[in-house]
């Protein structure tokens, strides 16, 4: 997927960046974890979780953060997101939520939430953002180690943020990052354990 540069677009992006910026991620205990899913983890190490902030990689002056903080599996996991995204001193803002759905395969994880508080900073040329609250977005990060981590989200192709989408879906992990890092620990459920 090419890189977001227009002026619409990077708002967009922006505003995903600022999402995963401002993103606050609850932390989980062994409680939590015994809700994880069907016959859940027994310890909150055995629960599929994404955590992590990162700064994306784009041109001077465009800043977007991601920070997330998820634990749990499928639509019993719980956690917190904050995304900012500032294109200069013009145009910016934030939103944040929390976490309603995630699940992994190996490196990768998707994550859903709810936007619960947003507010942005309009500017000639560049997109308005209205209120974002009750809406679902998606988060997809690939945990590249060294090789470096990726991350993607399902507002990509909106232009702006206006669709929410079923828990559990993100875009493939199309950005890449200027610092920080993600971990993705999976987990999912023996075949036994998910019948019951």
């Keep these: 997927m090419p890189r977001i540069r227009r002026p619409l ?4 992006a922006a505003l995903a960046a600022c999402t995963a910026t401002a993103l606050t991620l609850g932390t989980t205990g062994p409680a939590a974890a015994a809700e994880a899913g069907p016959r859940a983890a027994r310890h909150s190490a055995d629960a599929p979780s994404l955590t992590g902030s990162a700064k994306l990689a784009r041109q ?3 800043n977007v953060h991601f920070r997330i903080n998820a634990h749990g ?3 019993k996991a719980h956690g917190t997101f904050y995304v900012s995204h500032h294109f200069g001193k013009v145009w910016g803002g934030y939103f944040q939520g929390r976490i309603d759905c995630l699940v992994t395969g190996g490196p990768v994880a998707v994550a859903t939430g709810i936007v619960t ?3 942005f900073k309009s500017a000639p040329g560049l997109p308005e953002i209205g209120d974002l609250r009750g809406k679902r977005f998606g988060f997809t990060v690939l945990d590249g180690g060294k090789k470096g981590d990726r991350l993607g989200y399902s507002w990509a192709m909106d232009g702006v ?5 079923g828990k559990c879906l993100g875009s493939a992990p199309f950005e890449t990052l200027e610092k920080g890092d993600y971990k993705v620990h999976h987990w999912t459920p023996s075949h036994e354990a998910a019948k019951n």
């Design 73 to 75: 599996f499928a639509d």
């Design 161 to 165: 943020p206006k669709n929410s989408v």
């Design 60 to 62: 001077p002056g465009d």
């Design 117 to 119: 508080a947003s507010h």
């Design 9 to 12: 677009v990077v708002a967009a």
